[in-house]
């Protein structure tokens, strides 16, 4: 018994071995370090970083303006009325009247009195036997259609939010 205990626990470190060998292979050849920086978002900072520091020694900027452009100058100017937009000549809250309610609400569309209890009755009873008759209707008749397609269903696929395989 000892024997047999003494090379499961040999098999199992050689597998153990193998198993880390496999996983620092796999750790450089998917670039697992890259992975986690693009992920995390240090590669962009470092790349960010690299282009200001290019940027301020070189002077050079990586966008510059085409010639057609330049010559063409600006295509918006300055609204005409910008300066009453401006946040220190607003007018102070003191002097802006509160709201209320409007004279003409467009809403009631017609002026019309409150509802009220109907003077006369106009609905009452039907004395006429003979005015209605009831619907003939057949409760166990197939409901018979003429013409259309008859429609068949090829394959049905239910989309399920888990991770579980149901067989």
């Known amino acids: 018994m000892a024997q047999t205990l003494q090379t499961l626990s040999i098999i199992s470190f050689a597998v153990a071995g193998v198993c880390l060998v496999l996983a620092i292979f796999f750790w450089f050849f998917f670039k697992i370090p890259t992975v986690i920086g693009d992920l995390s978002g240090r590669t962009a900072r470092k790349s960010i970083a690299k282009m200001r520091a290019a940027n301020e020694k070189t002077g050079a900027k990586s966008y510059k303006e085409s010639k057609t452009n330049a010559e063409r100058g600006k295509?918006?100017?300055?609204?005409?009325?910008?300066?009453?937009?401006?946040?220190?000549?607003?007018?102070?809250?003191?002097?802006?009247?509160?709201?209320?309610?409007?004279?003409?609400?467009?809403?009631?569309?017609?002026?019309?009195?409150?509802?009220?209890?109907?003077?006369?009755?106009?609905?009452?009873?039907?004395?006429?036997?003979?005015?209605?008759?009831p619907l003939d209707v057949p409760s166990h008749n197939p409901i018979v259609r003429t013409g259309g397609k008859k429609l068949e269903i090829i394959e049905e696929v239910i989309l399920v939010h888990t991770e579980e395989v149901i067989g």
């Open 75 to 133: 295509l918006t100017g300055t609204m005409p009325d910008s300066g009453k937009l401006d946040k220190k000549n607003e007018v102070p809250d003191d002097d802006k009247p509160e709201t209320g309610l409007l004279v003409d609400n467009k809403a009631n569309g017609l002026d019309s009195e409150e509802t009220g209890v109907l003077e006369s009755e106009t609905t009452g009873l039907l004395i006429d036997e003979n005015a209605t008759a």
